[in-house]
C-alpha cells in the first residue's frame, strides 16, 4: 500500500455568495500519477488555490504527510516539497530564464546540485537554452508553460501540483508538455494533474476524477475512465 502524500477531506471553497466547491475529497499517494478532470468551471482551480494557500478554505481540511496544511501559503509549501504550477504560468515577466530558474532553486543551498538541475532543465527544454538570456516576458506561451514547468523542478518536489499546462498551447506544445509531465513522473515525481483536455489526463493517469459543479461525481483507474460511455460523451466529444 501506498503511502498518501496528499488527502483532501470534504472541501469547501466560496467565492463571495457562490460556493465553488461542494465537499470534495481525494487523495494522492506516493508514486501517483493522478488526474483532476471536468470542464471550465467545475472548480478545479480552486480546489488548487485551495491547496496551495491562495484560496481560504469554508470548510473541510487538506493533509499532505498526515499533517493539516490548511492555510498555508504556497512558500511555506514549496519547503515542505509540495510545489504548484499554477493556472497562466505565473513567470517573473521581467527576469531573465536563467533568473526564473534561479527563483525555483531559492530554498536550496547545493549549488553544485542547483547547476547540474539547471543543465537537466536545459536539455529538457533546449529552447530554453536558447533564449536562457531572454526576458521571460518576451517568451511563447509554451514557452513560458516550459519556463514554469522548469522552475517549479528545481525545487526538487515530491509532489508537483499542475493546473491546466495545456490550456491556450498549440498541439505541438501540447504534445511536448504532456511528454515532460510524463517524463517527470518516471523520475519518482508523484503528480497531481487538472486538466481540461480530458483524453490526455487520463492516458497517463494511473487514477482519474472526474469534477462537475464542484463535485466530484466519478473516480477510478485512468484507462477506465477513459474507456467510460459516460466520460467519453462528457469530456471527449463521442
Known amino acids: 500500500m501506498h503511502t498518501t502524500l496528499l488527502k483532501v477531506k470534504d472541501l469547501q471553497v466560496a467565492y463571495g455568495g457562490i ?26 482551480t ?8 491562495t484560496q481560504p478554505l469554508r470548510a473541510g481540511n487538506i493533509e499532505y504527510r498526515g499533517q493539516s496544511i490548511a492555510g498555508q501559503g504556497p512558500w511555506d509549501l514549496v519547503k515542505q516539497g509540495l510545489v504548484i504550477v499554477p493556472e497562466g504560468r505565473g513567470v517573473f515577466t521581467r527576469m531573465t530564464i536563467i533568473e526564473n530558474l534561479q527563483m525555483g532553486a531559492y530554498i536550496r543551498t547545493d549549488s553544485v546540485g542547483i547547476a547540474h538541475d539547471m543543465e537537466k532543465m536545459f536539455s529538457i527544454f533546449p529552447r530554453l537554452r536558447e533564449r536562457k538570456d531572454q526576458l521571460a516576458g518576451t517568451l511563447s506561451g509554451g514557452e513560458q508553460q516550459m519556463l514554469a514547468m522548469g522552475r517549479a523542478l528545481m525545487s526538487r518536489p515530491t509532489v508537483l501540483l499542475l493546473d491546466e499546462p495545456s490550456m491556450g498551447l498549440s498541439p505541438i506544445m501540447v504534445d511536448k508538455i504532456f511528454e515532460v509531465v510524463r517524463d517527470v513522473y518516471a523520475q519518482g515525481v508523484t503528480v497531481l494533474l487538472v486538466e481540461q ?11 482519474g476524477y472526474v469534477m462537475e459543479s464542484g463535485l466530484i461525481t466519478m473516480t477510478g483507474l485512468g484507462q477506465d475512465l477513459l474507456a467510460d460511455p459516460q466520460v467519453r460523451a462528457a469530456y471527449l466529444g463521442e
Do not use: D, Y
Open 46 to 53: 480552486t480546489t488548487m488555490k485551495a491547496i496551495t494557500g
Open 197 to 207: 483536455n480530458a483524453s490526455r489526463a487520463l492516458a497517463i493517469a494511473n487514477r
Open 19 to 44: 460556493q465553488a466547491v461542494k465537499g470534495v475529497s481525494f487523495e494522492v499517494h506516493e508514486g501517483e500519477l493522478v488526474s483532476l478532470i471536468g470542464s471550465n468551471g467545475a472548480g478545479k
